[in-house]
């Protein structure tokens, strides 16, 4: 098999909230077209979709998704071009009503980074990698 | 800020066994030269990584990861090139030690899917999208 992630879909409990934290408080373009109860985000080759927590359970097979907060398991990262763009997002993302779980603060690794979660408490790190810079047309490439 | 998603860490029981998992029950290639205690993979223009729980935890700032499989509220999505590429990959998934979900079934947005869980219980679906084929380069963009 190819090795590919083509799509992140966030289980939410409710989409109109989660929409605008994506949409208006990060200022994010939502895919026009998608079906009704799916919102969905083009981010380079991948897409991320919001989608409610019963559909999402349902669509998976799971019996439940739980109630609360989610219990986060997963990190997604959006790494920045400079180091003052992750205090500039952060701040952005915190405004728009994101909690902020871990100011921005230099890393263990070299980099620069802080944790903000989004209104069901999906886990971003917002992170400055000297290392391995952002390309020219948005991707992240490891560099050993 | 740009919309980008540049990494993406899921929180491990047992970091071996997933990387047994992706590396040679799935056969993904790692990223050599990472830190040690992460496994990393190159997916187009993104990395997933694996990750400890107590590490990806504290990195976060987060109290706890609870123990226990995980509960899942974000599913990852590996689109394939054709629909008989589905019920490959979920067969080689299963034999692997993935969990199967949901059998590959015709969903009702027109595609093709189903569902397996990694070890710790992290959510895939394969499925095959027909009104948006992955790109040669393998991007999945989305067709309105």
Redo the contacts between chains.
Sequence with gaps: ???????????VADLARSRQFYETG????V?????EGIV?????????ALYG?AA?AE????AD??TGP??????????TRTRE?VD??ID?AVIAGARL??PAADAF?GGYSG?VSDP????W?I?WNPFSP??E????????
Aim: hydrophobic share 45%; aromatic share 10%.
């Design positions: 098999m190819e090795q590919r992630i083509s799509m992140i879909t966030l289980a990060l200022g994010w373009e895919v026009s077209g998608a079906t969905c985000f083009q981010l380079g080759g991948i897409v991320l927590r999402f669509d998976a097979g799971l998704t739980g989610v219990r986060p398991s997963v990190a997604l990262a959006h790494n763009e500039r997002v952005r779980l871990k690794w944790y069901d408490g999906h886990l790190e992170a952002i390309t047309d948005g991707r992240f490439l490891w560099q050993a």
